[in-house]
């Protein structure tokens, strides 16, 4: 079993940044791929960004490529989501993710696939 636990959320003026953290325990991370959604209020989950358990790819979702960074620290059993130039539609309540078999970007997309689920983080941001 794996717990899942986000933080950093908050309220940040558009164009600012936030870094999510997602810490992990019962089990090392080292073995999972990793995954953020975010979900609106009245809109359903959607894909954020993804990890392998490699760290050697990564993939984003069009609408944060170029601003949002994920990355993770095996020893620290951390995962981390950079959101930079944040905009008011980046609004929602962030969720991280595990999944031991997420190797490509239609693995990462998919959120019936991911095994353990965060109880979420709220992220506002202010126009």
């Known amino acids: 079993q794996v717990q899942l636990v986000e933080s950093g959320g908050g309220l940040v003026q558009a164009g600012g940044s936030l870094r999510l953290s997602c810490a992990a325990s019962?089990?090392?991370?080292?073995?999972?791929?990793m995954g953020w959604f975010r979900q609106a209020p009245g809109k359903e989950r959607e894909f954020v960004a993804a990890?392998?358990?490699?760290?050697?790819?990564?993939y984003y979702a069009d609408s944060v490529k170029g601003r949002f960074t994920i990355s993770r620290t095996n020893a620290k059993n951390t995962v981390y989501l950079q959101m930079n130039s944040l905009k008011p539609e980046d609004t929602a309540v962030y969720y991280c993710?595990?999944?031991?078999?997420?190797?490509?970007?239609?693995?990462?997309?998919?959120?019936?696939?991911?095994?353990?689920w965060g109880q979420g983080t709220q992220v506002t941001v202010s126009s």
């Open positions: 993710a595990a999944d031991k078999l997420l190797r490509t970007y239609s693995d990462a997309v998919s959120h019936p696939k991911y095994d353990y």
């Open positions: 990890i392998t358990w490699t760290g050697d790819s990564t």
């Open positions: 019962g089990r090392t991370l080292s073995a999972y791929g």
